[in-house]
């Protein structure tokens, strides 16, 4: 290669641009495209060896065209924020189509890469992910040119182009070992899925640090089960490491009864101590209830809400106010794809708040399980994921 090398670097011909010129048939034009330098191969300034040389590109570097000159021999890509011309024999088109991309595996940036608030350099740009950051798409384009990811809490666009597989070479031969009941947490955003294994679709995606308690574990040792939004679904354990923070988790305060308790969570209010029994209606957080029973082991408490008396979790009760948390506004914007209702919570059996006009832009704190909690306006709820961009 080196000798190879020479004789193109020898064979450099500088001379004037000036008075030469050249057309670009649109016809010939590959916008968009993705090739690949099946050479070390020299840049110039314009489709000919006439024109000055501005750089070189190693063998195999992946570039994406804008324009062919009308005799097809040259290829104008951009390189380095550059516009530049190559020779065109020494490129083959791209095998390795961006529209093969697999959503359940991962992948790193190759470059310092705008993400934006969609699958196209017209969308707004959010952050910039640094090279070398490990990701895991959510989803791609139609085209494959793009990809969805979250970084940092943030979810946006990035393109494929950017992107490359990690090797898998240090792949484990035995499963992560998990155990039934033992509380973990997930070490990045992971897909978990109805069912043992990636042909099964998804259900959710769980987000960095979603604590999972197995409540099964697949004879291969590679898949837990476990109850999410009271749905039993499925993750793969590679993504699970103890929760440490739970090993020695505090004992709840016991009820007494005739004293007002607070909630420290939204709370169902069932009509039985067990979470198989029906429920009979919901207490927000920090709702002042009065105790008058729990059951034997003191982890269901008997109270008294709004004229109705049933059970509810006794390890979400407090003798104290809490105060809500100041948290950093954090947040990511999009818009509706079409008109849009926005609810009370994340169900249609939450009543309709407002209904937000197709292409309005909406502020998203989350999304969980399809649903996006959003602010539009001076109104706050919840949507539909599904349409917002």
Same mark, same amino acid.
């Given at each position: 290669?080196?000798?190879?090398?020479?004789?193109?670097?020898?064979?450099?011909?500088?001379?004037?641009?000036?008075?030469?010129?050249? *057309?670009?048939?649109?016809?010939?034009?590959?916008?968009?495209?993705?090739?690949?330098?099946?050479?070390?191969? @020299?840049?110039?300034?314009?489709?000919?060896?006439? &024109?000055?040389?501005?750089?070189?590109?190693?063998?195999?570097?992946?570039?994406?065209?804008?324009?062919?000159?009308?005799?097809?021999?040259?290829?104008?890509?951009?390189?380095?924020?550059? @516009?530049?011309?190559? /020779?065109?024999?020494?490129?083959?088109?791209?095998?390795?189509?961006?529209?093969?991309?697999?959503?359940?595996?991962? $992948?790193?940036?190759?470059?310092?890469?705008?993400?934006?608030?969609?699958?196209? =350099?017209?969308?707004?740009?959010?952050?910039?992910?640094?090279?070398?950051?490990?990701?895991?798409?959510?989803?791609?384009?139609?085209?494959?040119?793009?990809?969805?990811?979250? &970084?940092?809490?943030?979810?946006?666009?990035?393109?494929?182009?950017?992107?490359? =597989?990690?090797?898998?070479?240090?792949?484990?031969?035995?499963? @992560?070992?998990?155990?039934?009941?033992?509380?973990?947490?997930?070490?990045?955003?992971?897909?978990?899925?109805?069912?043992?294994?990636?042909?099964?679709?998804?259900?959710?995606?769980?987000?960095?640090?979603?604590?999972?308690?197995?409540?099964?574990?697949?004879?291969?040792? $590679?898949?837990?089960?476990?109850?999410? /939004?009271?749905?039993?679904? #499925?993750?793969?354990?590679?993504?699970?490491?103890?929760?440490?923070?739970?090993? %020695?988790?505090?004992?709840?305060?016991? +009820?007494?009864?005739?004293?007002? $308790?607070? %909630?420290?969570?939204?709370?169902?209010?069932?009509?039985?101590?067990?979470?198989?029994?029906?429920?009979?209606?919901?207490? +927000? /957080?920090?709702?002042?209830?009065?105790?008058?029973?729990?059951?034997? @082991?003191? =982890?269901?408490?008997?109270?008294?809400? *709004?004229?109705?008396?049933?059970?509810?979790?006794?390890?979400?009760?407090?003798?104290?106010?809490?105060?809500?948390?100041?948290?950093?506004?954090? &947040?990511?914007?999009?818009?509706?794809?079409?008109?849009?209702?926005?609810?009370?919570?994340?169900?249609?059996?939450?009543?309709?708040?407002?209904?937000?006009?197709? /292409?309005?832009?909406?502020?998203?704190?989350?999304?969980?399980?399809?649903?996006?909690?959003?602010? #539009?306006?001076? &109104?706050?709820?919840?949507?539909?994921?599904?349409?917002?961009?």
């Amino acid at each position: 290669m080196k000798s190879i090398d020479k004789v193109i670097l020898g064979g450099v011909v500088v001379a004037s641009t000036i008075g030469i010129n050249y *057309n670009i048939a649109s016809a010939d034009i590959v916008s968009q495209e993705i090739y690949t330098t099946t050479n070390r191969l @020299n840049m110039r300034k314009g489709p000919s060896t006439d &024109y000055t040389l501005v750089g070189t590109l190693d063998k195999g570097v992946k570039v994406k065209a804008i324009e062919k000159s009308s005799d097809g021999k040259w290829l104008k890509i951009n390189y380095n924020s550059q @516009n530049v011309w190559v /020779n065109f024999a020494y490129l083959q088109k791209d095998k390795s189509s961006n529209n093969d991309i697999k959503l359940d595996s991962q $992948y790193e940036t190759t470059a310092n890469v705008n993400m934006r608030k969609g699958p196209s =350099t017209d969308y707004t740009k959010i952050i910039i992910v640094p090279a070398q950051t490990k990701i895991t798409p959510i989803k791609s384009s139609s085209d494959g040119k793009w990809v969805q990811i979250n &970084y940092k809490n943030v979810t946006g666009w990035i393109s494929a182009q950017y992107i490359k =597989t990690v090797s898998t070479t240090q792949t484990p031969t035995q499963p @992560n070992k998990v155990e039934v009941g033992k509380k973990y947490k997930t070490t990045e955003y992971v897909r978990a899925r109805k069912g043992p294994g990636t042909s099964y679709d998804v259900a959710t995606v769980l987000a960095k640090g979603t604590q999972v308690v197995p409540v099964e574990i697949l004879k291969s040792g $590679y898949w837990a089960m476990f109850k999410y /939004n009271n749905q039993y679904m #499925y993750v793969c354990t590679d993504y699970l490491e103890a929760d440490n923070q739970s090993t %020695t988790p505090t004992e709840p305060e016991k +009820p007494i009864t005739g004293k007002d $308790y607070y %909630t420290t969570a939204n709370l169902n209010i069932r009509d039985g101590a067990s979470t198989t029994s029906s429920k009979i209606g919901k207490i +927000p /957080n920090g709702t002042k209830v009065s105790v008058v029973d729990f059951n034997s @082991n003191k =982890t269901w408490a008997k109270v008294v809400y *709004n004229n109705k008396t049933g059970w509810v979790s006794a390890q979400y009760l407090s003798t104290k106010s809490q105060e809500p948390e100041q948290k950093e506004d954090t &947040y990511w914007t999009g818009t509706t794809t079409q008109n849009l209702n926005m609810r009370k919570g994340p169900s249609t059996d939450y009543s309709i708040i407002i209904t937000i006009p197709k /292409n309005s832009d909406v502020k998203i704190y989350e999304t969980k399980s399809g649903w996006a909690k959003i602010k #539009y306006k001076s &109104y706050e709820g919840y949507c539909s994921a599904s349409f917002i961009k």
